[in-house]
């Protein structure tokens, strides 16, 4: 994935010192991929083993994330419901006993009193008659699993 010559690649070397391997590789999340700047293997150090060290140059993000900035609550509707007929004809009675009483409000309103008061009746009648879309949450990859199996290569 990243240009280096073929020695710097190589992670392993067979007891006959002419075998060369790349047998050693990093394992990194899929949202941290991108601050990975490069990898290589390091063949000076001795470590007393036939494998060389594998460095990864990375950099921190410390402006925040996409997530973070956004981190008003916005509610998004289950949509799928409005397949359905029954409950797609009480979105559609809700919508109209709504706006009925809109009509009734005074035109002398601010413009952006009287667009709340419509993105509200809207938001209340969608949570009402459709509910909210529940987002599904990424599994993470690092577990419980791995954090016994490095809780175990510590103790051993």
């Known amino acids: 994935m990243f240009p280096h010559r073929n020695i710097y690649k190589y992670t392993w070397t067979s007891p006959d010192c ?5 047998i050693d590789h ?5 949202r941290w991929h991108p601050s990975v700047l490069g990898v290589r293997s390091f063949r000076g150090v ?3 083993t036939d494998h060389y ?20 609550y916005r509610q ?11 409950v797609k004809e009480q979105y559609q009675t809700e919508i109209r006993k ?5 009509e009734n409000l005074n035109d002398d309103e601010d413009v952006n009193r009287t667009w709340e008061n419509i993105k509200e009746s809207i938001q209340t009648s969608a949570k009402g008659s459709l509910g909210l879309h529940e987002l599904n949450q990424n599994k993470p990859w690092f577990d419980e699993e791995c954090l016994g199996f490095f809780g175990s290569k510590e103790a051993g």
């Open 18 to 22: 002419k075998t060369h391997n790349q």
């Open 98 to 102: 709504r706006f009925a009483t809109l």
């Open 76 to 86: 998004r509707f289950n949509l799928w419901k409005l397949n359905e007929t029954e």
């Open 46 to 48: 001795k470590c007393d």
């Open 26 to 30: 990093v394992l990194i999340d899929r």
């Open 53 to 72: 060290l594998v460095i990864t140059k990375a950099t921190e993000r410390l402006a925040e994330g996409k997530q973070a900035a956004q981190s008003f």
